[in-house]
């Protein structure tokens, strides 16, 4: 099939809680198809490992869920960011910046080491 | 935290699967159908749709799989699969798991009995408040004895150092309590005014005494104990204030001590005596205020910070000063600081630790049964573990499988343990003698629990281990290819047999301790006493007040009840002396020889009793040379002594010392030596002599005596009569520790004789559990062995042949664990050797005897496999393949 980059397990969840802070409220294939849209379709999520990190992240308490009824009046489960979510996801992005400017550092040849 | 939280949720994951499965199963319906929809929007036939929406997915299934794992607790839940299936194989073997789980509770339950013991003794911090800065003070002379302390040395003591925040000084004694009710004799202590502070415990009602009470003819007070005060006062609160009348003085009560309180005896360790029901000041008067009369026992609280070295060396210093300054008191004299627990323990701790020891191996033997009947019913499901391993089940599973089935064991081996050790407790505080060994100090709490557990899942580990690891390590192409006819394993084989071989060395070195100490006991209740214990009625009487304050008095009281009781029919004759042997403390003097100057330091010392002119005859002390006392001896007469022959021979080597005079330090009047009688043990049958002086009765002023009737027939039916004659002379003179001279006698071996039992009981238990232990393996190999025997009984073997052939391999593993066994027997026996009394830890005989009995039980144990093993027939056997 297509050999587009898969997410990383990691960043997954970053993605997520950065998704549903714009979108407010989402259900799992909508978070699925905006990651992939906001990646302008360079990424490709697999569906599969979508579930469990959306319940990972609700274990932890960062997002919760309640089923109401999609845009095609279809029920569906949505998730929201909660006050604990929206902390660890600016941390989270903190330090996500934080290591991209570091690798940047090391990728960019005309800054140099010196 | 956050993650705290996770694992919490995921906990609760665990529950309410079905409802779960369902929503997800929802969800993610509800997914596809989004997503086939926005595939038609896109222009994709509604077959392409949906195929491309499930590729997307990338399978349902793993998806759920993957969610329910995040969801829940993968391990927890394959380890309630575990528990399930293997409380279900368990229940479906209740024969082997019912015999797996009673020999575990026999360790389990002796060992949480014993530990309960361990406890009490060793770990339990002293009941006071913060009982690690406690030390006890003893005067220890250069050569090694120890001594009470004088009132001068203590208060010098006090003074001139920087090192104990306390010091505190006790010393026992006994009064006649009088007042309301019958007359009671109440063991009491007198202590200075730091005492109660010093250990921290407040009294339930009142208060502690003051400086100014501990002085000599200050006003008189005392403390009494919870049990007194409910006894006397029905515990009403208005006891502090009352008067009560201690040996005819009248004294106010200031305080209560709570029910918990524990005072610390006299002696040096935790016993019944530690109960006290009274406390007075010290009050130290001129009668007992020279540094001649040491009486004190002293404790001291350290300064925090302090070690004992440092306030050892201090001390010490201080002690040498005084040596100097006082040389005929003091020379030669240190002081020897301990911790208190340390020194109220030293006693018990060598027997408490000797039973830790048995029960310890006691546990392994059970544990080395339990692991051979885990590795036999291993062989037997050799199948089933090759077919779990053939579906996929990876080593470290099959272990874990394994594994949780010897925990549930061991848990039920723990629990029905736990019950087994309380009766047991129960048990041997009701039959055993109560002695130093605390047993009633001994019970179940949260900490035997907690032990009770922790071994329960160290054995399983332990017995389940090797059969796991064993049995996990499956050759399937082998295993497969003998599947179903169990497999012959040489190396199974082997594994049990070693563990059978450990099993007897541990017995052997159990029924060596155990023979060794019942040896011991037996010379011990060979030991002559040095009287006649049978058929002596004893019993203690004080006499108190102004009525008794002088001596013809008292005189007058002892000669009519001793006539009296003489004329008692079934009385055939009595005897009063101040302290019967084994019957506690005696007053020891320091004294001068004839002819000899004063030696340094009140280096000869003897125990002095005052005793009248019967009481040798009456206990069967013989006369050795000279006379007893006579009528001649009265106070108008010179004084006049008799010795013991420990006595003559140390202060007369080679001598006669009839003739000769003694003095007294603290006296001036010369004693003549008229006779020597023979040595008593005073002190217990295991204890040395010490030289003893007695003085008659009839030129003494004694207020205590202790009287010894000998009775034609049963002395205890005396009593009552004995008694009414005390009460016909005076009713307030209360009768105390009413007794046989034969009980008081066997209360002193009572230690050694719960040690036997204990270590007897564990021994036979071990004895047991090896011989199951060889049955089991010689029995399991006759039956793989089916096969062989039938060719050599087809090729001609005779049934004795066979049997030689069964018996030979038990003998074998029988004489291997012998020699492992004595080997290591000589190692514990350090353990053992303060246990012991004139019998080396590496008796032969004793060794030789248990040797002989293991392997006697060891050929029986082989009797009956072997029997079984010549009933083969050849034919069926042959067939069996």
Same mark, same amino acid.
């Given at each position: ?114 | ?15 309410n699967k079905g409802r779960k499965d369902r929503e ?174 010093? @250990? ?12 100014? /009470? ?8 005392? !403390? ?28 106010? !009560? ?41 009486? @004190?026992?002293? !404790? ?41 627990? /340390? ?159 450990? /099993? ?20 011990? @209740? ?94 069967? !002390? ?16 010179p004084g006049v002594v008799l010795i013991n022959q ?36 005073h002190f217990g049958l295991s204890a040395g002599v ?64 719960? +040690? ?76 053992? +050797?303060?246990?012991?009394? /004139? ?13 002989? @009995? ?28």
């Open positions: 099939m297509n050999d587009k980059p898969e997410v990383w397990q990691g960043t997954l969840a970053l993605m997520v809680l950065k998704t549903l802070e714009g979108a407010g409220s989402l259900h799992g294939y909508g978070i699925a198809r905006q990651i992939e849209r906001t990646s302008a379709d360079l990424l490709s999520v697999n569906y599969g490992t979508l579930y469990p990190a959306l319940l990972k992240l609700q274990q932890e308490g960062y997002i919760t869920s309640e089923w109401g009824l999609s845009e095609s009046n279809r029920k569906a489960k949505f998730y929201q960011l909660t006050r604990a979510g929206r902390k660890q996801m600016h941390k989270e992005t903190e330090e996500w910046e934080q290591m991209t400017a570091i690798v940047a550092r090391f990728l960019s040849p005309k800054e140099g080491m010196a | 935290m956050r993650k705290f939280r996770g694992w919490i949720m995921r906990f609760a994951g665990l529950f997800l199963q929802e969800e993610l319906a509800s997914h596809i159908q989004m997503h086939m929809e926005d595939n038609l929007r896109s222009g994709m036939t509604p077959e392409e749709a949906r195929r491309q929406a499930m590729i997307q997915m990338g399978g349902i299934e793993s998806t759920k799989e993957a969610y329910r794992e995040q969801r829940g607790l993968p391990l927890l839940e394959t380890l309630f699969q575990d528990l399930r299936f293997g409380a279900r194989m368990l229940r479906k073997n209740s024969g082997f798991t019912s015999v797996a789980v009673l020999t575990l509770a026999l360790g389990i339950g002796a060992s949480t009995a014993i530990f309960s013991m361990f406890d009490a003794v060793l770990l339990k911090p002293l009941p006071y408040h913060n009982p690690e800065q406690l030390v006890s003070l003893t005067e220890l002379h250069q050569k090694g004895y120890t001594r009470a302390t004088s009132f001068p040395n203590f208060c010098d003591w006090c003074g001139q150092n920087t090192v104990l925040s306390e010091l505190a000084g006790m010393s026992s004694a006994a009064y006649n309590l009088a007042g309301d009710g019958e007359p009671e004799r109440v063991l009491a202590q007198r202590v200075s005014a730091e005492f109660f502070p010093l @250990l921290g415990v407040n009294p339930v009602l009142g208060r502690w005494f003051t400086d100014a /009470e501990d002085r000599a003819n200050a006003e008189r007070v005392v !403390i009494i104990s919870y049990g007194l005060w409910q006894r006397r006062f029905s515990g009403s609160s208005d006891a502090v204030g009352k008067r009560i009348i201690l040996d005819g003085d009248t004294y106010t !009560i200031v305080g209560v001590m709570p029910s918990v309180f524990q005072s610390i005896a006299g002696s040096r360790y935790l016993s019944s005596d530690g109960t006290r029901d009274v406390w007075t000041p010290l009050a130290t008067d001129a009668t007992r205020s020279g540094r001649g009369k040491v009486f @004190l026992r002293l !404790i001291g609280r350290l300064k925090p910070g302090v070690s004992i070295e440092a306030a050892s060396s201090e001390l010490n210093a201080v002690a040498n000063r005084l040596a100097k300054q006082f040389p005929s008191e003091n020379t030669g004299f240190g002081i020897q600081v301990r911790g208190l627990h /340390e020194d109220l323990v030293e006693n018990t701790q060598s027997t408490v630790w000797l039973l830790m020891g048995a029960v310890a191996l006691l546990l392994m033997i059970a544990c080395a049964n339990v692991a051979n009947l885990f590795l036999v019913r291993a062989s037997a499901r050799a199948s089933e573990i090759t077919i779990r391993a053939a579906l996929g089940a990876g080593r470290a599973r099959i272990i874990r499988q394994l594994l949780t089935e010897s925990a549930l064991v061991a848990l039920g081996g723990g629990v029905f343990g736990v019950g087994l050790g309380w009766l047991g407790i129960n048990l041997l505080q009701r039959f055993l003698p109560s002695g130093q060994i605390p047993l009633q100090a001994a019970q179940v709490n949260f900490t035997e629990l907690g032990f009770a557990l922790a071994i329960s899942l160290a054995s399983g580990l332990i017995f389940g281990l090797a059969p796991a690891l064993h049995s996990a390590k499956v050759d399937l192409n082998d295993a497969l290819k003998s599947a179903g006819k169990g497999t012959v394993g040489g190396r199974r084989g082997n594994l049990r047999s070693s563990f059978v071989v450990a /099993e007897i060395a541990l017995a052997f070195v159990l029924l060596a301790s155990a023979g060794l100490v019942i040896k011991s006991l037996g010379q011990l @209740l060979k030991v002559n006493p040095g009287f006649r214990a049978d058929n002596v009625l004893t019993m203690r009487i004080h006499l108190s007040g102004a009525r008794y304050a002088e001596a013809p008095k008292t005189r007058a009281f002892y000669d009519q009840l001793l006539a009296g009781v003489k004329a008692l029919p079934g009385v055939e004759s009595v005897g009063g002396v101040t302290s019967l042997p084994m019957s506690g403390s005696i007053s020891t003097s320091s004294f001068l020889i004839e002819g000899q100057p004063e030696p340094e330091g009140n280096a000869n010392y003897t125990d002095v009793q005052t005793a009248t002119s019967d009481y040798f005859h009456v206990m069967g !002390i013989p006369l050795l040379k000279g006379r007893v006392f006579g009528r001649q001896d009265d106070e108008h007469t420990q006595m003559a021979v140390k202060f007369w080597p080679g001598e006669d010392p009839i003739g000769r005079w003694i003095r007294f330090s603290d006296g001036k009047t010369n004693y003549e030596i008229v006779g020597i009688v023979g040595d008593v043990r010490r030289p003893e002086t007695y003085m008659p009765q009839s030129q003494q002023f004694g207020r205590s005596m202790m009287l010894a009737v000998r009775a034609k027939a049963n002395p205890t039916a005396l009593v009552r009569e004995i008694r009414a004659q005390i009460t016909q002379l005076d009713p307030n003179v209360p009768l105390a520790d009413v007794g046989t001279l034969e009980a008081t006698v066997a209360a002193t071996t009572s230690d050694q004789r719960a +040690t036997v039992f204990l270590l007897a009981a564990f021994a036979v238990a071990a004895l047991v559990l090896s011989a199951v232990g060889i049955y089991g393996v010689i029995s399991n190999s006759v039956v793989q062995r089916t096969r062989d025997v039938g060719i050599r009984m087809a090729l001609g073997a005779q049934a004795g042949d066979v049997r030689r052939m069964v018996m030979r391999q038990g003998l074998m593993l029988a004489l291997f664990g012998l020699a492992i066994g004595v080997i290591a027997s000589f190692v514990s026996s350090r353990l053992l +050797t303060s246990a012991l009394f /004139e019998v080396t830890a590496g008796d032969p005989v004793t060794l030789a005897a248990v040797s002989f @009995l293991l392997i006697l039980v060891a050929l029986l144990a082989c009797w009956l496999p072997a029997r079984r093993a010549t009933k083969v027939d050849p034919m069926v056997a042959l067939r069996h393949e």
